[in-house]
Structures are given as structure tokens and as C-alpha cells.
């Protein structure tokens, strides 16, 4: 069922389904909780999902001209507040495993497990933030193409030819977020910190999920980083980009469900 509840003024929408313990999903850059319907339809035959639509993202307002990712777990906390939710896992999707790290390191107490989903707990390179910027102006000069653009590079390039559904389905969502939703979680996503001392501290389970050809970040260091987690396990998807839970899809609640299995 699509729920709302109210952030600071504004509106949050998220969707609730399946019954017992609770699993939350955070989308990515240009997602929405949709992005995770196939997840959503297998995980929720045994757990209570709840996937939130980011600020700036799908139904959700914006809440100003910058979406730090603290401003982002703090909303997500509100929703879990509001179902008066106190122990659950988190599962993000890159933009959204770094609002993850920022609610584990807001609300300590409330996790049972973290999954960094095509994510790092490393900060942008000075390199990664020039390309933020770069990246705000094309939104501005022309958010389409912008948006096309990144959605099919979040793809291994060997899939593009066979995932032509997954594609369509996954930039339909983004075209419909707004240009002052996608700046300012560029803004959020550059001046974000490194949340690494996280992996090395907590002892909840704490899964990476590694893309061998993901465009976005580059396995090899996702590889080193896993290494550094007390508590962690890596899912390695050697067919894929950055986008594992739509481009193997089977896979992925597969090893979701062992991972959550080993959380509860
Ligand atoms: C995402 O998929 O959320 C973004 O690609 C993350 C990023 O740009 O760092």
C-alpha cells in the first residue's frame, strides 16, 4: 500500500507490504521505491517491506537546494518512527546505501543489518566532485538527455542488448524526477563524508554487493573495502553493472534472503 507521512512540512511517500520483520529500501540516484517492485514482490512473501521514496525522488518533496545524506536518514527515520518501527535492516541502493552509512551512524541502535548494495562508505574524490558539478550543469542545460544518458551507464554494457525492458522500465522512473531532485542530490552526494570507520566498528551483518562491471564505482576497490567490514560478506555479480537487482534479478533475492535470514 502507497503511505505518506509528513517530514519538516513536506510530504514523504513510501510503500508498505508483506507482514513480520521489516526490511527497508532505499533507491538510488534517479530511483524512486519503484525501482524495486520485482524486490519488493519476492521479499515481502516473508518480510514487511517498506521502500521509501527518497526526498527530491518519486512522490517525495524536495526539501531544499541541497539533499545532504544525513537530511535523507533523518527523513527515513521519520517514516520508521511514524510505523513506530524500532529494529529493521536496511537494503541501499547506491545513493542510497550512503543514506544507509549516514542512519547507522545517526540511529546506531535501530539496525539488525546493512546492505551496501553498488555502494561505498568512501567519500568523492576531488576528481568524482568536479564531475558532480559538471554533471549539475548538463542537468540544467537539458535533464532528458542527462537522464538517459545516466540510467543506461548504470548498466554493464554487455546487457544493454538483452535488458531492454529493464531499461526502459528503469529510466521511466527517473525522467519523472525533477531537475531540483536530481541537483540537489548531486550537491548531497559530493560533499557527503567517509563513513568507512562504520564497517571496521559495527557488528550487525553488513553485506556489499560488487558489480564486475559496474561503470559507477570500480570493483576492485569495492573488493579492498569489503575487506575492512568486522562483520561482512560480499555478493559478487560477475555479470553485472551497477543495477544487480534488475539485471539478475533471481540471484539477487536469493542472496537477499540468506543475507536476511543471517540478520534475524
Ligand atoms: C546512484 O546510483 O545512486 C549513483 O550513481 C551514486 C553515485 O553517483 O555516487
Redesign the pocket.
Known amino acids: 500500500m502507497i503511505k505518506t507521512c509528513i517530514h519538516k512540512n513536506e510530504t514523504v511517500t513510501f510503500y508498505d507490504k508483506g507482514k513480520g520483520r521489516v526490511v527497508v529500501l532505499l533507491h538510488?540516484?534517479l530511483g524512486s521505491y519503484q525501482i524495486w517492485e520485482q524486490t519488493i514482490n519476492n521479499l515481502s512473501k516473508s518480510y514487511r517491506v517498506i521502500a521509501i521514496d527518497l526526498p527530491g525522488h518519486g512522490d517525495t518533496s524536495c526539501f531544499g537546494y541541497a539533499h545532504s545524506m544525513e537530511l535523507m536518514a533523518k527523513c527515513v527515520k521519520t517514516v520508521l518512527g511514524f510505523l513506530r518501527l524500532k529494529k529493521y535492516v536496511i537494503i541501499g541502493?547506491?545513493?542510497?546505501g550512503y543514506v544507509g552509512l549516514a542512519f547507522a551512524d545517526l540511529f546506531p541502535d535501530n539496525l539488525k543489518g546493512l546492505c551496501l548494495y553498488?555502494s561505498t562508505a568512501f567519500s568523492d574524490s576531488e576528481e568524482k566532485k568536479k564531475d558532480r558539478l559538471r554533471a549539475i550543469s548538463a542537468v540544467k542545460a537539458n535533464k532528458n538527455v542527462y537522464t538517459v544518458a545516466t540510467i543506461k551507464n548504470?548498466f554493464a554494457s554487455k546487457n544493454l542488448k538483452y535488458l531492454k525492458p529493464e531499461i526502459s522500465f528503469a529510466t521511466s522512473i527517473a525522467k519523472k524526477t525533477s531537475k531540483k531532485g536530481i541537483v540537489a542530490a548531486l550537491f548531497g552526494?559530493k560533499d557527503r563524508f567517509s563513513r568507512d570507520i562504520i564497517l571496521g566498528l559495527v557488528t550487525y551483518p553488513i553485506l556489499m554487493v560488487i558489480g564486475k562491471y559496474d561503470n559507477?564505482l570500480p570493483c576492485e576497490q569495492l573488493l579492498e573495502q569489503a575487506k575492512t567490514i568486522k562483520n561482512g560478506s560480499i555478493l559478487y555479480l560477475e555479470h553485472d553493472g551497477?543495477f544487480g537487482f534488475l539485471e539478475s534479478q533471481k540471484k539477487s533475492n536469493k542472496e537477499l534472503r540468506k543475507f536476511l535470514r543471517k540478520c534475524f
Open positions: 538510488g540516484f541502493h547506491s545513493m542510497g553498488h548504470l552526494m559507477i551497477h
